[in-house]
Nanobody
């Protein structure tokens, strides 16, 4: 089992940057696929970015390709989401998630509590 705690959200102007961090507990963190999801008011939760346990395989939603970068540090039990060129439509609650799977686009098993990202235009 793994517990996840996100940080780094906040208010930023359009065009700005934020880096979200997710701290994971558990000795088997490196075996989990990790993902960042977001949910905006009135919308379904969507997978924004995912990274395999090795870090070699990544996935990005079309809406964030070229602007967001997911990375992980297995030695520190951390996963990050660097968000650049932020747009108002990126405003959402962002969740860190872990999956017992080798696939990035899969069902995720563990979730953090979420961190709010608000982009002002």
């Amino acid at each position: 089992q793994v517990q996840l705690v996100e940080s780094g959200g906040g208010l930023v102007q359009a065009g700005g940057s934020l880096r979200l961090s997710c701290a994971a507990s558990g000795r088997t963190f490196s075996s989990y696929t990790m993902g960042w999801f977001r949910q905006a008011p009135g919308k379904e939760r969507e997978l924004v970015a995912g990274i395999s346990w090795t870090g070699f395989s990544t996935y990005y939603a079309d809406s964030v390709k070229g602007r967001f970068t997911i990375s992980r540090d297995n030695a520190k039990n951390m996963v990050y989401l660097q968000m650049n060129s932020l747009k108002s439509e990126d405003t959402a609650i962002y969740y860190c998630a872990a999956a017992n799977s080798r696939l990035v686009r899969t069902s995720y098993d563990y979730w953090g509590q979420g961190t709010q990202v608000t982009v002002s235009s």
